[in-house]
């Protein structure tokens, strides 16, 4: 990381390919994934289900790297945060509150967590990206970094490197398989009414064209055995997809 706090993410062709063919910008789908991440839903708390998912990713992300989180020695720090952690175990196990009146006053807790500690840590409140753009970095994310040992940087890579459409069309043909998180937040995101834009006319037709022979795609791959085999066919498809949206949209 240099002084400037860039991390130098690398986007990985699977990445970027997703982001396009779902009218994403890189971005916004970073900052998606960050917005998310909740630690009252680290704490046990009930979330919706890109809460659970965003969370459990910064969780996966420290098992995968073996990372260990270094001690809070600031006593101020300390009580601060046993307080608060106290506070949202009991609205956790508050039976008279609906699950959206915990989502609720959670929101309203994290807030005056915030503000009572922000005075005594350093949390990064922006992570630069290329081209002079930057995520913002919530409390909540900052603080399930430092609490599970890992970077921003780190963990917006771990994302990165989960997000393929190719991956997931290939597992569905193929059965049941265990789900990775980072494509169902991703799935999530495509549901989501604040990532949905409108498609120009010619973007919509190329759409149409390809989800149209996408489905074609799956009946001739049915009955295909090898997953690497389903995988590189789905990764063809799909660049080729990206390539057709980059020539004639840009």
């Known amino acids: 990381m240099n002084s400037k706090g860039k991390f130098g993410l690398i986007y990985a062709d699977d990445f970027s390919v997703a982001c396009t063919i779902n009218n994403f910008k890189k971005e916004e789908v970073l900052q998606y994934f960050i917005n998310r991440v909740s630690f009252y839903a680290f704490n046990g708390g009930e979330m919706e289900a890109a809460a659970l998912c965003a969370t459990r990713i910064v969780v996966n992300c420290k098992e995968l790297i073996n990372a260990e989180a270094q001690p809070v020695t600031d006593r101020k720090v300390q009580l601060i945060s046993l307080k608060y952690i106290a506070l949202l175990s009991d609205l956790e196990g508050n039976i008279y509150f609906s699950a959206a009146d915990k989502m609720k006053e959670s929101f309203i ?142």
């Open 109 to 250: 807790l994290m807030k005056e967590w915030e503000k009572d500690m922000m005075p005594y840590v350093d949390y990064p409140k922006t992570f630069e990206l290329e081209n002079d753009h930057f995520l913002v970095l919530t409390f909540d994310f900052n603080l399930l970094c430092r609490m599970n040992g890992v970077t921003a940087g780190e963990v917006l890579q771990h994302f990165i490197d989960g997000i393929s459409l190719a991956i997931e069309r290939a597992g569905e043909q193929s059965g049941p398989l265990e789900k990775d998180l980072r494509s169902t937040l991703f799935r999530i995101m495509i549901l989501s009414r604040s990532m949905k834009k409108e498609r120009s006319a010619i973007e919509q037709d190329i759409y149409d064209w390809y989800a149209d022979r996408l489905l074609s795609l799956d009946e001739r791959l049915q009955k295909e055995e090898s997953i690497d085999k389903k995988i590189s066919v789905y990764r063809a498809f799909y660049l080729d997809w990206y390539n057709t949206l980059k020539r004639n949209v840009g």
